[in-house]
């Protein structure tokens, strides 16, 4: 994604040469960005047209997205732009979609916890994917919307009552998560972050998300008591933005980098890319929880492998049991929903 997105950057600098890349050894690929006129949505949808894999993006969102699409239709990338906007245009905005990524919702505000956003998130999630079981089965689903841990679980209860759930094509998207675990881990042990790599595992909220910093590389010598700050500080990570925007709303920026770095994962995946690999929070069977996020290997049917958790420290091996209840309360709370409703 770095590497593509400086190549769009560059290209732009150039515009004589303006296809630094050849569009036919590229395949066609549809991503849909559904919330795309808000905090999160906008900057993301920036990002996926600077994406050279993407061929067209289709913008919806219940308000906005025609000023949004024509604004980011006018960047010199390969992409078509099309905005989208109310019920009767979120088929045309889904149909042939590869892709399809959801920030739509809403955020928190300082005091709430992301499952205060349950009551209205869920059943925007929910109708959002009963539209995608219509009009793209088949796509690759990129839950954004929080609270995580119970809409992945909700997605997959509405494809399964659809007939079309494929657990190996919906994600949780905890990329944010291992972006902040990088940036601070490489602040503490004075490396370069763009040489660094920290798992994350577990799900999206508090306690469930787990940094594995004893897998961190490169190496760095860490006393128990940072690795402690460190852990705590990727935990609050979202509390610590929405504190700072003081009723502003949450993470909206380094989200669009992370889910950006998510869906090129994802697109180079679906091209045969090998060897792309991702923490998400997927369908498992590495713990006793259902849905559980780690490394995953993303292929051309979306989840290639579920890779395991590899050594844990004793006191990873600690927080795995305290998140166990948490999420395992926040997925059953997400199917009942969904079954009920
Ligand atoms: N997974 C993660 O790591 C993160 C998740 N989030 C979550 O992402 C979500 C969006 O956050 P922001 O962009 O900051 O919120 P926002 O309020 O700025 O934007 C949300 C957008 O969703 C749209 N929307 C609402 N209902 C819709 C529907 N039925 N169909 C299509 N669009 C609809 C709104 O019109 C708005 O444009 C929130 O739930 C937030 O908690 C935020 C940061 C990180
Ligand atoms: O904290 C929030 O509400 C938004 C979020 O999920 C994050 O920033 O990780």
Same mark, same amino acid.
């Given at each position: 994604m770095r590497s593509s997105l400086l190549r769009s950057v560059k290209t732009l600098a150039r515009p004589t040469t303006a296809?630094? @890349?050849?569009?036919?050894?590229v395949p066609s690929r549809k991503v849909t960005v559904l919330g795309a006129a808000g905090g999160i949505g906008q900057p993301l949808s920036l990002l996926m047209k600077l994406n050279?894999?993407?061929?067209q993006l289709a913008l919806y969102d219940i308000g906005g997205t025609p000023g949004v699409a024509a604004d980011v239709s006018h960047?010199?990338?390969r992409s078509e732009v099309a905005g989208y906007m109310g019920d009767d245009q979120l088929g045309l905005a889904l149909e042939g979609s590869d892709v399809v990524i959801i920030p739509a919702g809403v955020p928190r505000k300082p005091g709430?916890?992301?499952?205060?956003l349950f009551n209205i998130n869920a059943g925007i999630v929910k109708s959002l994917c009963t539209a995608i079981a219509k009009y793209c089965p088949h796509a690759i689903v990129n839950m954004i919307s929080n609270p995580v841990n119970s809409t992945v679980p909700i997605a997959a209860e509405v494809f399964k009552k659809a007939g079309i @759930?494929?657990?190996?094509?919906l994600f949780g998207v905890t990329t944010l998560d291992v972006v902040r675990a990088k940036t601070f881990y490489a602040g503490k042990a004075n490396v370069n972050v763009a040489e660094v790599n920290v798992p994350v595992v577990g799900g999206h909220a508090g306690v469930t998300i787990l940094p594995l910093f004893s897998q961190a590389t490169p190496k760095a010598n860490l006393s128990q008591d940072d690795i402690q700050a460190l852990t705590k500080r990727t935990q609050d990570g979202g509390t610590e933005v929405v504190e700072a925007k003081a009723g502003k709303g949450s993470a909206t920026l380094s989200m669009a980098y992370a889910g950006a770095i998510f869906a090129d994962a994802c697109l180079k995946g679906l091209n045969g890319v090998p060897d792309v690999v991702e923490c998400s929070y997927v369908q498992s069977t590495?713990?006793?929880?259902p849905f559980f996020a780690s490394k995953v290997r993303l292929g051309k049917n979306g989840v290639e492998e579920v890779l395991g958790l590899g050594p844990l420290s004793d006191y990873e091996k600690g927080g795995l049991e305290k998140l166990k209840p948490e999420l395992k309360s926040s997925i059953e709370k997400g199917i009942e929903f969904a079954k009920k409703n």
């Open positions: 296809r630094a @890349y050849s569009v036919d050894s050279p894999l993407v061929s960047i010199n990338s709430m916890t992301r499952d205060d @759930y494929d657990e190996k094509k590495i713990t006793e929880l």
